[in-house]
């Protein structure tokens, strides 16, 4: 099964920064990978699929990027309401694997 | 607007089974595929299982393969997991979630999950 690895496991940032989280998938998904938002205290909530497709509603300073094995979710000025975590996930076919989280505090 | 809604949940001793529910609102639930995904107390998301829009195919984790199965009932708007032999590491809150198409496993809905406590 493909695995999927992400990094950084935590970072800490300020409002306004630049933020990028990594997710790697170990065997070449193409671009079936989507990134996911889970608040604390709340359910998880899917921003962006097809590795760059932002999903209907999210704000525009959520970005992705990547291709093959190596993909980035970017969040260009951080605001205090992206506190979370955030979760990749590969779709190209069973098993769904999430990504182990990056928590943005 | 979409709803789910998770039931069935509760403490249960190992080796025991249990049946999860998950009511559908707000969508035309036949022509969706629908998921189960869990995640243990203070850790990560963990995909669980798929069943396609009309219950033929039905995909499993590795953890779970041979002890859950999840069906639908499609004339209720139902998603089911049944999860047998059941182990302590299942301890989780399981949540439904709705395929954002009809197939794709992208999940754009989600109920607020149910408690699943495995102990002795």
């Known amino acids: 099964d493909i695995q999927m690895t992400q990094s950084p496991t935590s970072l800490s940032a300020s409002v306004g920064d630049r933020v990028t989280i990594t997710c790697r998938a170990s065997?070449?998904?193409?671009?079936?990978l989507a990134w996911y938002q889970q608040k604390p205290g709340q359910v998880p909530k899917l921003l962006i699929y097809a590795a760059s497709t932002l999903q209907s509603g999210v704000p525009s300073r959520f970005s992705g990027s990547g291709s093959g094995t190596d993909f980035t979710l970017t969040i260009s000025g951080l605001q205090p309401e992206d506190v979370a975590t955030y979760y990749c996930?590969?779709?190209?076919?069973?098993?769904?694997?999430f990504g182990p989280g990056t928590r943005v505090d | 607007d979409v709803h789910l809604l998770e039931s069935g949940g509760g403490l249960v001793q190992p080796g025991k089974s249990l049946r999860l529910s998950c009511a559908a609102s707000g969508f035309t639930f036949s022509n969706y595929a629908m998921n189960w995904v869990r995640q243990a107390p203070g850790k990560g998301l963990e995909w669980v299982a798929t069943i396609s829009f009309s219950g033929d195919s039905t995909f499993f984790s590795d953890s779970v393969k041979g002890r859950f199965s999840i069906s639908r009932d499609n004339s209720k708007n139902t998603l089911f997991l049944q999860m047998n032999s059941l182990r302590v590491e299942d301890t989780a809150i399981y949540y439904c979630?709705?395929?954002?198409?009809?197939?794709?496993?992208?999940?754009?809905?989600w109920g607020q999950g149910v408690l699943v406590t495995v102990s002795s």
């Open positions: 996930q590969k779709y190209n076919s069973a098993p769904f694997t």
């Open positions: 065997q070449d998904i193409i671009n079936f």
């Open positions: 979630a709705k395929c954002l198409w009809s197939a794709t496993p992208l999940f754009d809905y």
